[in-house]
């Protein structure tokens, strides 16, 4: 069966310090992967999206990067946090181009930027 | 752009009530999603719609889907206080969803 792992669960970083989450695939090939936000209260927000290893869609201009160095790997980077990067932030992936396609998501990591 | 509009967004009610809870899209789309997220935690797939007229159900939630009027509805029957949580809809776009505002539900005894 597949799984997705997601980590660390919960991180404070100091403004200006670099970020690195990681999200990781099993039990399954060619995944389309996702970064989603979302802020305390609020809706989810789509950061990136990638189809494939070194394809990588951005969807909202910011200071955070994402890179798929392997086919069921996907990290999310900072070089440096801003407060506003504080947020929920999920794992997501799906089957390419099934017709009964789900979206299945890591558990999340809570990331408070002081 | 797609764009996905849920209302209300928040939504307290009593034990044993019925309510609506809307999800509205900007362009057309052939598959519709339910999650439900728990505080702290990640997202539950509850519903996949995927043609017009589709409905579902599972327990006190049942899902609709209107892919003319661009609507899907999610109804609640007879509300527990285990149904508390925010509920979102997600709309296929390409190759990604979008995802609606979410509707905080709280049930009261």
């Known amino acids: ?114 | 752009e797609l764009k996905v509009e849920q209302n209300p967004l928040f939504l307290s009610m009593q034990e044993g009530k019925n309510y609506t809870i809307y999800c509205n899209y900007s362009t057309t789309s052939d598959r519709l999603y339910w999650y439900r997220q728990d505080p702290g935690k990640s997202l539950e797939s509850l519903f996949v719609l995927l043609s017009n007229g589709a409905v579902k159900q599972e327990g006190r939630l049942m899902a609709s889907l209107d892919t003319k009027a661009r609507l899907s509805t999610l109804h609640i029957t007879a509300a527990v206080h285990d149904l508390s949580a925010t509920y979102f809809c997600a709309v296929v776009g390409g190759e990604k969803l979008t995802f609606g505002t979410g509707t905080r539900l709280t049930i009261i005894p």
């Open chain 1, 1 to 114: 069966s597949q799984t997705i792992h997601q980590w660390p669960a919960t991180l404070v970083q100091p403004v200006g310090s670099p970020l690195s989450l990681e999200c990781t695939v099993e039990g399954t090939s060619n995944p389309n992967l996702y970064w989603y936000r979302q802020a305390a209260g609020r809706g989810l927000q789509l950061l990136f999206y990638s189809v494939g290893i070194g394809q990588i869609s951005s969807e909202v201009p910011q200071n955070l990067s994402a890179s798929r160095p392997q086919d069921r790997q996907f990290i999310l980077s900072s070089k440096k946090l801003l407060l506003s990067d504080s947020g929920f932030y999920l794992c997501a992936w799906s089957v390419r181009a099934a017709t009964n396609e789900k979206l299945f998501f890591g558990s999340g990591t809570q990331l408070s930027v002081l």
